[in-house]
T-cell receptor, first 113, second 114 residues
Framework: GDSVTQMEGPVTLSEEAFLTINCTYT??????LFWYVQYPGEGLQLLLK?????DKGSNKGFEATYRKETTSFHLEKGSVQVSDSAVYFC????????????FGTGTRLKVLA | DSGVTQTPKHLITATGQRVTLRCSPR?????VYWYQQSLDQGLQFLIQ???????AKGNILERFSAQQFPDLHSELNLSSLELGDSALYFC?????????????FGPGTRLTVL
């Protein structure tokens, strides 16, 4: 079945450092891909999305490109802030049928001032 | 604010009991999804309803059931609760078509089983 693999955390960075969180997927068809963020004590918020190959999703300085050839959707940010500290989830939505989400395990990011 | 509401925010109960979690989707959304977030299992899809009908089941235990009402709100019923059922339960909704380009998540209900 479909699956999402994320890099293990936690990831600890200094403020203004470059961030990459790796995400790869296995899917039949052409799923949509998402990054969600969960701040402490809160629910999941959509960070960005891409619905087809070579699409680039971006929001709040974060970017991710849908790479079909490498089945990847890595999250990047050029300069992280303390306020970016959260758990980041990569997810795919099935290409057909129910469109339910399959989530990666989540990567905790801690940014130090 | 995603527009998805969930009640209650916290629930503490004992083993063997039954609880009901409630979710109201965003206005206009026809699909409701339930997910369980636990430390050992991560975020797991439980069940989906579309316009009142069950569309898909995931890793949902037989002790759990759900339904979606004519006004599109949904309830997740958990019975014969066990310690391992302690988790965050999220509801999400998506748009008027069956295709979920994007799901909007509620704030979750934290269930603690003692």
């Amino acid at each position: 079945g479909d699956s999402v693999t994320q890099m293990e955390g936690p990831v600890t960075l200094s403020e203004e450092a470059f961030l990459t969180i790796n995400c790869t997927y296995t899917a039949t068809g052409y799923p949509s891909l998402f990054w969600y963020v969960q701040y402490p004590g809160e629910g999941l918020q959509l960070l960005l999305k891409a619905t087809k190959a070579d699409d680039k999703g971006s929001n709040k300085g974060f970017e991710a490109t849908y790479r079909k050839e490498t089945t990847s959707f890595h999250l990047e940010k050029g300069s992280v802030q303390v306020s970016d500290s959260a758990v980041y989830f990569c997810a795919l939505s099935e290409a057909s049928g129910t469109y339910k989400y399959i989530f990666g395990t989540g990567t905790r990011l801690k940014v130090l001032a | 604010d995603s527009g998805v509401t969930q009640t209650p925010k916290h629930l503490i109960t004992a083993t063997g009991q039954r609880v009901t979690l409630r979710c109201s989707p965003r206005s206009g959304d026809l699909s409701v999804y339930w997910y369980q977030q636990s430390l050992d299992q991560g975020l797991q899809f439980l069940i989906q309803y579309y316009n009142g009908e069950e569309r898909a089941k995931g890793n949902i235990l037989e002790r759990f059931s759900a339904q979606q009402f004519p006004d599109l709100h949904s309830e997740l019923n958990l019975s014969s609760l066990e310690l391992g059922d302690s988790a965050l339960y999220f509801c999400a909704s998506s748009g008027p078509s069956g295709r979920a380009y994007e799901q909007f998540f509620g704030p979750g209900t934290r269930l603690t089983v003692l």
